[in-house]
């Protein structure tokens, strides 16, 4: 508890105890209509205005809106930030922000011993307790004896403070996510001007709800500062990182932007042909946003539609993109198929989420890798990148978009949900740190074949209107150099082979494999995808502890870098955590006649990295025995 005491002048002080920290893992968690989405993006937002490093891990229901107070309806946030360079969203949480009992039984585990708890006391009543499956309550039969408990009323005192407003009590129970916003500022001395800028600009044309919840977020705030209930305030410094303009982001609206830069650097007008499916909805909302840019964007009746408008734009000239998910990608296969017969530039971007079917629609996973890699029918080779952080799908989509220009080929970006709906500090990059990908049409019509390769082996590229370049194209296999319709066994053989090549021959295009770490050591733990931060936090930890350890994050999944195989040869053992079945771990198998460990985590959660640690340090000590 605080100290008050009274001054000379007779007023009453609280006195509080400041402590520096280095970091912080907070989770906020309640009712997918509690707003703790909201509530956990503006401390984020305030956060990176602080200056932090920061990465966070936005977690909702599988249901849209899941039955109110039950445990598969708890929705969360969870933020980790710091004052130096961060990777993950955090192992266990420092604090947890618990507005009913089912957010509260479903994250305690995940609580440091000796973690703070703050709870709305106002919601563990009988009904309550009940669909959260507890006998008796939590808040006084010794459950939460091992952590620091602020039982605080959040939705009376909420209602207390908008008394004003004239909102109905219900109405007004709505912006207690912003009084429990204001005591998290409080507590970890965060400013609330940019939350009220926010909220005058997003609720300015109701003026009612704007000042419920200013007075609300206030209210919190002044709780925090004059209650007895909280004695420390806790302090994070700003991160020391690399200098430049940085602002926090998505995945997927860096995504979006990667889209949007490769249309820049290209010199072509960029289109987006996609159906909107969970998690990869938002990249067509944020290009639809930017019509500035002369990005062009259709919401298609159904995925096929979506995919194949994108192959239309890209016949016509555009730099085409398609987002999905993988019940989408299952439905886009053939036509993937067709774009790569015709040899036409394609980005397709898989948002990975829980499966089979509808699976786990708002939880992540990492289960399309086989699907990419081999999932059409025919021989129909792809190349495949992934995204390794939210940032990181900017550049994942500019290079998907080089690569699809230069080899006249579709191309698939994986990210995964937890890449999409997480967020980090991005370095803006300057328009020379991006190379010019511009590919020239063809140019000389009394010259020109539809299927003559270049030194690469991509054909070139005309559009129609661009006289003396007509030209059929279709499904039908293609006759070499003249691209008619051709039945002829051996060509059919030929053109096979030929796209394979054109496709391996990317090997020579891409950066050799890197290591973080020693280039030989006992454990080489191997990467893909949104599982690089939680690897490199591990390994910076058994690093640091003196174990022969590395980190390989793959980026390039077909084709592989050419000297990937070389690279693993020189580790004694090779982990490789995925969230799936061992998709990596087959594809390296059956690559490189390997025997890697697979690690596999199928739970709609993404590792962390004391998991990776523990699983590391088995191996470890099985090799020494």
């Not at 993006?41 to 490093?53: H, I």
């Not at 609580?111 to 499956?133: R, S």
């Not at 989420?353 to 129909?380: C, H, I, M, W, Y």
Request: proline share 7%.
């Amino acid at each position: 508890m605080a100290t008050t005491v009274e001054t000379a002048d007779g007023r009453q002080t609280k006195i509080v105890d400041y402590t520096e920290v280095d970091d912080v893992t907070i989770r906020f968690a309640g009712d997918s209509g509690d707003g703790m989405q909201l509530t956990g993006t503006q401390f984020t937002t305030t956060t990176a205005q602080v200056g932090n490093d920061l990465s966070t891990f936005p977690d909702y229901p599988s249901e849209i809106r899941a039955p109110s107070g039950t445990l598969y309806g708890v929705s969360g946030f969870q933020i980790h930030f710091s004052s130096r360079i961060i990777y993950t969203p955090g192992d266990r949480f420092d604090t947890l922000v618990a507005m009913n009992p089912a957010a509260l039984k479903v994250n305690l585990k995940q609580l440091h011993e000796g973690g703070n708890v703050i709870v709305n006391t106002d919601a563990f009543d009988a009904k309550h307790l009940k669909l959260a499956k507890y006998e008796s309550n939590p808040l006084e039969d010794g459950t939460l004896k091992n952590y620091k408990v602020f039982p605080v009323p959040i939705t009376t005192l909420t209602t207390r403070a908008l008394e004003e407003t004239g909102l109905s009590p219900k109405d007004m129970a709505r912006s207690k996510n912003f009084f429990a916003l204001g005591m998290l500022y409080w507590m970890y001395n965060r400013p609330t001007e940019p939350t009220i800028e926010w909220i005058q600009e997003k609720f300015g044309r109701n003026p009612v709800v704007a000042k419920a919840n200013d007075l609300a977020l206030k209210a919190g705030y002044s709780f925090g500062n004059m209650t007895e209930v909280f004695s420390v305030q806790y302090n994070v410094r700003p991160a020391k990182l690399p200098p430049g303009d940085y602002r926090n982001v998505t995945g997927n609206e860096a995504t979006a932007l990667g889209m949007i830069a490769a249309c820049l650097k290209s010199g072509l007008p960029g289109f987006l042909g996609s159906y909107p499916i969970t998690p990869a909805t938002e990249i067509l909302q944020e290009l639809a946003a930017r019509k500035r840019y002369g990005f062009k964007t259709f919401q298609a009746e159904d995925e096929i539609a979506g995919v194949c408008t994108s192959i239309g734009a890209a016949f016509g000239g555009s730099l085409a993109f398609t987002t999905t998910s993988g019940p989408g990608m299952a439905l886009k296969t053939e036509a993937i198929g067709l774009a790569v017969m015709v040899e036409l530039p394609l980005v397709i971007v898989n948002v990975q989420r829980g499966g089979p079917s509808t699976g786990l629609p708002t939880k992540p996973e990492q289960s399309d890798l086989f699907q990419a890699v081999l999932g059409r029918n025919g021989e129909a080779p792809v190349p495949v990148i992934a995204a390794h952080s939210p940032a990181n799908c900017f550049y994942g989509a500019f290079e998907a978009a080089r690569l699809a220009l230069k080899y006249m080929t579709p191309v698939i970006l994986l990210t995964d949900g937890f890449l999409a709906n997480g967020s980090e500090p991005w370095l803006l990059p300057k328009d020379e740190d991006l190379p010019d990908i511009s590919v020239p049409f063809a140019s000389d019509p009394d010259a020109f074949q539809p299927y003559e390769r270049n030194d690469h082996l991509s054909r070139p590229w005309a559009v129609p209107g661009m006289p003396g370049f007509e030209h059929r194209i279709g499904g039908l296999e293609k006759q070499h150099i003249t691209g008619s319709v051709s039945h002829d066994p051996m060509n059919h053989q030929f053109m096979v082979e030929m796209r394979a090549k054109k496709i391996a021959g990317i090997a020579d295009d891409i950066p050799g494999q890197t290591v973080f770490g020693p280039q030989e050591a006992e454990l080489a733990i191997v990467g893909w995808g949104g599982t690089y931060g939680d690897i490199r936090t591990a390994v910076e930890r058994l690093q640091g502890k003196g174990v022969s350890v590395a980190h390989i994050h793959i980026r390039y999944l077909n084709p592989f870098p050419k000297n990937l195989g070389e690279v693993l040869s020189r580790y004694k053992a090779i982990l490789i955590p995925e969230n799936n079945l061992g998709q990596l771990s087959f594809l390296l198998s059956a690559h490189y006649h390997i025997s890697p460990i697979s690690f596999p985590k199928i739970q709609g959660k993404p590792f962390t990295p004391v998991e990776i640690e523990e699983k590391a340090n088995e191996i470890l000590n099985t090799m020494e025995r």
